[in-house]
């Protein structure tokens, strides 16, 4: 939904910048993880017991795709 993705837009916006790897919880309303690489964001997850982060790369127009 509209309001889900501007959700995940404040969410992403501090990792923008460095163009981070973030892992979300399952119902992607937080960030678990982050990291340069998928690898790192996923540790980070797995240590908060987060087995299957949602993964993506915040990336400055990362808006425009339609996330599933």
């Given amino acids: 939904s509209m309001q889900q993705n501007n959700n995940l837009t404040n969410l992403l916006i501090p990792y923008i910048e460095k163009q981070l790897w973030?892992?979300?919880?399952?119902?992607?309303?937080?960030?678990?993880?982050s990291g340069k690489t998928v690898l790192e964001a996923?540790?980070?997850?797995?240590?908060k017991n987060i087995e299957k982060p949602f993964l993506l790369k915040a990336i400055p127009d990362f808006?425009?795709?339609m996330l599933a």
């Fill in 22 to 33: 973030v892992a979300l919880n399952e119902n992607r309303t937080e960030v678990v993880g």
């Fill in 42 to 47: 996923l540790k980070e997850a797995k240590r």
């Fill in 63 to 65: 808006s425009k795709f």
